[in-house]
Structure formats: C-alpha cells, structure tokens
C-alpha cells in the first residue's frame, strides 16, 4: 500500500460527511435509493458522517468513478458500461458487483485492462 493509501485511512475511521456523501452523488448523477441501497443506509440520514465500513465502501466507489470517466470519457459513458452484463465480470453487470468492495475491486480490474488496451 502506497502512503496515500494510509492517508485515507484516519478519513474512513472518522466517516466521510454526509455532505460529502451528497456531493458524490451529485456528481455521478446517480439514484439516491440506489446509493442508499449499496450503502446499507435506511431511511432519512439524520447523522453527520458515515461510519468507517459505510466510508470504506463510498471510497472504493469514488475511485472506481473516478477510473471509469478518466477510462471512458464521462461518468455517463462509464454508467452505461456498468449497466450491461460483460464476459469479463462473469456475465453480469457492474451495477451488480457494487455492493461490495470485493466487486468494486473486480469492477476496477476490468476497467483497468481496458484503460491498458486490453479486451475486457
């Protein structure tokens, strides 16, 4: 692990805001519910941060965003790829494998190849 990736560490025990939170999914122009939903959060959220495996998860999805639109072009084009099965992640769609890290990570390999040039 780099020395940024400890950087990230006192960020995810502490919990990303809500703010925060907003932002990203304001800027993926995703589905609240949907975001919830990968989140574990259930109702109206009426706490200031998240707590650590919550950050952890909204981590690894905001780098994997962030890979998507520098790989495809835009979060739009990445959103696309996501909602349809691939070969690569075992015939079924990213938006499937969101819901955990392990996913996420198989998601970011994928996307990876592709930003190498390889088949995916």
Known sequence: MTSEGFAVLPIVHSGISIK????????????????????????????????????????????????GELTFGSIEKFRRWLSKPKRVLNNQSGKELLLTTYGIGLISQAVGRIAHGIAA
């Open 20 to 67: 925060s939170l907003k932002l990203f999914h304001q800027t993926i122009r995703g589905d609240w519910k949907e975001l919830s939903l990968l989140l574990g959060l259930t109702g109206p959220v009426n706490k200031e941060a998240l707590n650590a495996q919550q950050s952890v998860h909204l981590w690894a999805l905001a780098e994997l965003y962030w890979l």
